[in-house]
């Protein structure tokens, strides 16, 4: 069941916070050509330096008329809150991962599905062809305008007890996951037990026990500082969902058919930056980590994606949803074909 975006009033009032904080700095975004965006990793994240990076090749090609101003570490909110924020056109631009958008556009939810990508390159391919232009189409009728994907990399389980090799291990854990039905039916289907948690709250509780243990990629595992009282990270590779960056529909619609022309350009030309720094940081990453001393271990994944055929069933619904699915594994077995040697 989807829901367009519908703001409580706590959330009202947390907007309101936030555009007086912007008043504060003296960013006005439709008055001056500043744009403002949201983000909520920090400012040396890779998909914040690549909204930075999209934000001056908007100030080159306008002369300055242009430009973006990123509010990185959560600083107006968390992904679900500035969403409806940004629906509404009091934030311009915004980075948020596909699952706080799954309840509210349905083609987000194949993309998000559970080993439906072999590889990055294979998530890279789709949605850098029709099927991603699709999916960002669909995001217009939500108040909002899809510009382009970045990367998440591959997310893995990481915990505080054991290391985990089969859907076994993975019996009596008590996982965070992101705000999202999808990671809720993943996990539970795997035998762990899902606990819905803002991300910023997962390395206290994982100190005091609360839970056992989350799930994401390698550079967030080292940013957040998990791996401090994580000591078990496993490959369980189930997830490579995109991020995406969003422009409100009201801020768009107040662009000349040249700036709307200028900002997708900008938007897709940050994609390959994006992608460079991601790379660079995830090897990095990865080093850190493992010369921490955390027990790193591959994973034999083909059981772990046996479980999902459930969770697919339970969340393509539309025929749409389907279609999708079914291009995007299909592309994957093609490109599985081309890289087998003749």
Known sequence: MTQRFSLSRRRLIAGGTAFAGLALTGCQPRLSGLFTGADTHPGDYPTVQAVEYMGRLLGERTGGRLGIKVFAGSQLGNERDTLEITSFGG?????????PLNSVEPMTIPPSLPFIFRSVAHMRRALDGDIGDEILAAMEKQGLIGLCFYDSGARSVYNTRRAIFTPDDMRGLKLRVPSSDLYLAMVNALGANAVPMPFDEVYQSLAQGVIDGAEN????FESARH??????????????????????KISWDKLSAEDQQLVRQAARESVPFMRDLWDARVESSR?????????????????FAQQMRPVWDQFLVTPQQQDIASRIVAL??????QEKPS
Request: no cysteine.
């Open 217 to 220: 990629n390698w550079p967030s």
């Open 332 to 337: 994957g077995e093609q490109m599985a074909k």
């Open 91 to 99: 934030i311009d631009f915004n980075r948020v991962n596909l699952a």
């Open 287 to 303: 080093a850190n980590i493992v010369a921490s001393g955390v027990e790193v271990n591959d994973v034999d994944t083909a059981p």
């Open 227 to 248: 791996y401090e009282v994580a000591r078990y990270m496993s490959l369980t590779q189930h997830l490579f969902t995109p991020e995406i960056l969003l422009m409100s």
